[in-house]
């Protein structure tokens, strides 16, 4: 059966990447469900949820409200938020309710501005797509709306777009600030992570975007079509498991020379192929149940749709090991495959301290 999912746990949504996103920038984000979909968000699929507070709601629609459409008791609802907290815009992220009934999320936009005097941002997610097109929705709209001054450059500032748990198994930009520090850039803002919406406002102030995930990616071609900011895309060497120094790769994975398939996000995994390639002689695929850019797919990488593609490359006899998160390891049984450790948060709901 198509879509069947006899191993893994579902996938992060597009509703909880969207929050993600959102969820340090300083704005009451509401998310439009009655309950069950911020359950999910906030206790499998935000693990900031216990470490840092945020304004994240759900609309709490009952029934008949859901049934009927009642958009005036939400905007009532996020009006008397706004008088509670202080915040500087507010977000709407849809879920599979107000996809089944049809809600006119861009009149909910309007009305909420109309009705709180702050801007609004309605995202049209609906829990039926992954977590990466969530987070590219977010990315592209929070830009578009806030980063709008041409400031003067800072030189050596660097934007960091794609910084999520969901795609890097962090909560915070400590690893990833200092993995670019070791490479000479001292000024680094990760947006969304340990940064705010005036961050956002200012991005034109970097000299460069590096996008280390491809939900970054329509975001930093924006930032490249109003300010003329060039993007690269990559993922710092942070000296981990997650992406170990080419010292560790050679003397402590026992990879060299392997047939080796990397399962993740593609700019991560991309930056780990290059590593193994150039530290243990590998020779290595990468695969991906997320958005893959042909641009930046070499020659034999896969789309993954489903876990029978994954578990049918495992027992092709083409690879040694399979590098990926630990919640293929069940599937993989009966496949003469290694499993190298790999977390990826919206797979597995691992952190890397966590393993």
Known sequence: MKKLLKYMSPLAPDDSGACSVLYEMGGV????????????????????????????????????????GRDDLLVKKLALICEQVDTQFTAIVGTPVPAVIATDLKALERMSEKKTGLPCIALRTDGTRLYDYGEEMAYFRIFERFAEDKLEIKKGKVGVIGATPLNTGETDSKMLKLALKNEGIDDVVCFGMDSCLEEVKRASECEKILVIAPSGIKAAKLLQERFGTPFEVGYPSIGTRLLPSDEAVAATYGLKGKRVLIVHQQFLANALREKYERAAGCKVTVASFFKMYDEYMHDGDIRLKEEDDLIALAKSGEYDIIAGDTRFKRMLSGADVKLFPLTHFAVGGTLNRDK
């Open 29 to 68: 984000t509401v998310i439009c469900d009655a309950g069950g979909c911020a359950g999910n968000v906030c206790g499998f699929d935000e693990p900031r949820w216990f470490e840092k507070r945020s304004s994240l709601f759900s609309a709490g629609l009952r029934d008949m409200d859901a049934i009927l």
